[in-house]
């Protein structure tokens, strides 16, 4: 296992930077995600990590080494791709051997390291099989076992899951959470599926424009976001915003505890479970989807306001209901 630091890391192409002074400690045989929208540096971080771009300024160590110009195949890194990129010529076990015979490993060693991979994730049956042949799944375990049997310092994953279905993510989460639980490895797991990272991941770094805007555990950036943008992109939440009077925001239509706040004024993240059938205030429903096990809808306050919610039931839009909210589940941002 390898501790990893990243220390000021910035990425800049012409004028555009693409990572902009992330700093980030990852723990030996931690498994952290990075997430974000869009063009926010994910992609430029992980290729970082492996070599395949030198920052323009900061630092990269493995294990408290300096890497930052050390090149990818002496980084002893492992890559699983969104892409699998697996080679259609070779059957699944010469995939998975690739790496280890690039690296001159003999030949009855290089097949045992194949073939522990592959029945490690549950498809050793598969060895002789073209690629091709195999399904989305099965090629993404394909692409994991490659990754594994050159025996990493570190492992990458660049949205190893996208394009899969559903119910195949759901299962593969599982799966692969627990494989590197068991594995001597440190992990790197990039994504743009938030239940997936918050699900995999010891903790979770978000990014924007290529800054870091909280790096902490799934319940910590779920319960108290750092700021407006993690409130707004981890989940759903409503911002309630107004002068602090007293112990309270007076944010309109609703009161919002703040004992603790100093600032004139002051904005609170609530989740949409927060709000609960009540007599504190009322809003009418604006929009309503059924999920199974709850109900998600739109709300507007008396004063025009919007607020989500979540509840076990719901009734249709145009309907008036009353409210409350769970003081204990509100988060007042920092100022």
Not at 15 to 26: E, K, M, N, R, Y
Not at 166 to 172: N, S, T
Not at 307 to 319: A, K, N, S, W
Request: charged residues 25%; negative net charge.
């Amino acid at each position: 296992m390898t501790h990893v630091t990243l220390n000021s890391v910035r990425k800049q192409y012409d004028q555009t930077t693409a990572v902009d002074g992330l700093s980030l400690d990852i723990a030996e045989g931690e498994t952290p995600g990075v997430v974000g929208p869009s063009g926010c540096g994910k992609t430029t971080t992980l290729r970082t990590v492996a070599g395949f771009e030198t920052p323009t300024e900061g630092t990269l160590a493995f294990g408290g080494r300096d890497v930052t110009h050390v090149p990818p195949e002496q980084r002893n890194v492992g890559l699983v791709f969104q892409s699998y990129a697996l080679f259609d010529n070779m059957t699944v076990r010469q995939n998975v051997a690739f790496g280890p015979r690039m690296a001159g490993v003999g030949k009855a060693k290089r097949r045992e390291r194949a073939d522990d991979p592959l029945d490690m994730l549950g498809i050793g049956e598969l060895g002789d099989r073209d690629p091709t042949t195999l399904s989305g799944g099965q090629q993404q375990r394909v692409g994991l076992a490659r990754a594994l049997a050159i025996e990493p310092e570190i492992l990458l994953l660049d949205e190893p899951m996208t394009g899969l279905d559903a119910k195949l993510k759901r299962r593969l989460r599982r799966e692969i959470s627990a494989l590197l639980d068991d594995l001597d490895v440190t992990a790197l797991y990039v994504t743009h599926d938030q239940a997936e990272a918050m699900e995999m991941c010891d903790r979770i770094a978000v990014l924007s424009d290529g800054k870091l805007e909280q790096v902490a555990t799934p319940t910590e950036l779920y319960e108290a976001p750092a700021n407006e943008f993690v409130a707004d992109f981890i989940g759903t939440s409503t911002l309630l915003s107004g002068p602090v009077r007293g112990d309270y925001i007076d944010a309109g239509a609703i009161r919002v505890p703040a004992p603790t706040v100093t600032d004139a004024t002051a904005t609170a993240a609530v989740r949409p479970a927060a709000f609960t059938y009540g007599d504190d205030f009322e809003a009418t429903v604006t929009e309503r989807t059924y999920l199974g096990d709850s109900v998600r809808g739109r709300a507007t306050l008396a004063d025009g306001q919007s607020i989500e919610l979540r509840l076990d039931e719901l009734p249709e839009p145009g309907t008036t209901v009353s409210l409350s909210l769970d003081e204990s589940r509100v988060h007042v941002l920092d100022s």
